[in-house]
């Protein structure tokens, strides 16, 4: 992503990724005194519920954008020094200090090409036996809204990888996990027309796509595709994984 994000609309506007990322955590087995890598903290609303778990550990929040971790101070102020703060990039080896105990992602590795580098990243920071506990954009989803960005402007479809479990499952054994599970659920998501759908399009869909666009065209732009949805409705698909990194399980 090259792109740099509207972290405080984003905040305001990204109440399904909050709740798909308040239920995905709900996977990770902690007792509470944990180190957890959050994989793309984004404005940190998921964060606080996850360093809220970890009243005697420590989070790392990780994000490419300087905008979404600015956010993210702000509202993971009060956790002080417990929560560590790394602007990087999920596609290139990870600055992480020492071994996490977990790591945890939502809503953000679709946006990254490079799937197989990505799970190799996150194994090289993890203790064996440590969590991987993850939810993306799977295979499907968003399908109505690639339909008409193909035919729309330029016609690009997006700069999106969504997966199957099936290549997800090889990619992570091939990475250095076991006991992998993974699954997708759809999660269509309603909104209303107009303001709301626009505004939610403009700033978590299609970001990439406006980067593209000279500032007058972006608004007829995110117009357009909204118009030509066949329903207010986002057709959200979900791919979820559960693993362990590859080694002795139990004690850190």
């Given amino acids: 992503m090259t792109f740099e994000w509207d972290a405080s609309t984003y905040d305001r506007v990204s ?22 890598l959050d994989a793309g903290c984004g404005s940190g609303r998921v964060t606080e519920l996850l360093a809220e778990r970890l009243p005697r550990g420590r989070v790392v929040a990780l994000d ?11 509202r993971l102020s009060r956790f002080g020094a417990r929560i560590e703060y790394v602007r990087a990039d999920l ?12 790591v945890f992602s939502t809503a953000v590795l679709h946006w990254v090409a490079d799937h197989d580098g990505v799970f190799r990243n996150f194994a090289a920071v993890l203790r064996p036996g440590g969590q991987l506990v993850v939810q993306c954009g799977g ?12 035919e729309t402007g330029d016609g690009w479809p997006g700069p999106w990888t969504f997966a199957t479990p099936e290549e997800t499952r090889r990619r ?6 076991e006991a992998v599970n993974a699954w997708l659920n759809p999660e269509p998501t309603a909104f209303e027309t107009g303001a709301e759908l626009e505004t939610f399009l403009r700033t978590v ?48």
């Fill in 15 to 36: 109440d399904p990724q909050s709740r798909w990322g308040s239920g995905v955590l709900e996977r990770l087995e902690l007792a509470g005194d944990e180190r957890v």
């Fill in 64 to 74: 490419a954008s300087q905008a979404m971790l600015d956010e993210a101070r702000l």
């Fill in 91 to 102: 596609a290139a080896p990870l600055p992480v200090d020492g071994p996490v105990d977990a």
């Fill in 139 to 150: 295979t499907g989803n968003c399908a109505s809204v690639i339909a008409v960005l193909r």
């Fill in 172 to 177: 992570l054994m091939a990475a250095g996990f």
């Fill in 205 to 252: 869909v299609l970001g990439a796509h406006l980067e593209r666009l000279p500032d007058g065209e972006r608004a007829p732009f995110v117009h357009a595709v909204a118009s030509r949805l066949p329903e207010a409705i986002l057709d959200y698909v979900r791919l979820n994984v559960v693993a362990r990194r590859s080694g002795a399980a139990g004690g850190r």
